[in-house]
Nanobody, 124 residues
């Protein structure tokens, strides 16, 4: 079982930065991949980034590569999403999620656990 709690969302002007945090708890975190997804009004939930607890390998959606960075602090059981050069198109609810190892991590359907989401709003 994994419990996830996101924080760090807010309002920022275009070009600004935010860092989202996802506090995770559970006895088998090493067996999971942690992902960030986002969902804007009228759009499907889309993959943003994912990282494994055990190494530095990360996966990014094309639209955030070079702007966003996913990282994790195993000692704190926390995953971060550093978002730089934010655009109004990045406005969405951002969700932290956990998937078992060995799955297609870019698809929301394979994730077993989800946080409550945190709102990110980027103004022009």
């Amino acid at each position: 079982q994994v419990q996830l709690v996101e924080s760090g969302g807010g309002l920022v002007q275009a070009g600004g930065s935010l860092r989202l945090s996802c506090a995770a708890s559970g006895r088998t975190l090493s067996m999971y991949v942690m992902g960030w997804f986002r969902q804007a009004p009228g759009k499907e939930r889309e993959f943003v980034a994912a990282v494994r607890w055990s190494d530095e390998m990360a996966y990014y959606a094309d639209f955030v590569k070079g702007r966003f960075t996913i990282s994790r602090d195993n000692a704190k059981n926390t995953v971060y999403l550093q978002m730089n050069s934010l655009k109004p198109e990045d406005t969405a609810v951002y969700y932290c999620a956990a998937a078992r190892l060995g799955r297609a991590y870019t698809y929301a359907a394979v994730y077993d656990y989800w946080g409550q989401g945190t709102q990110v709003t980027v103004s022009s």
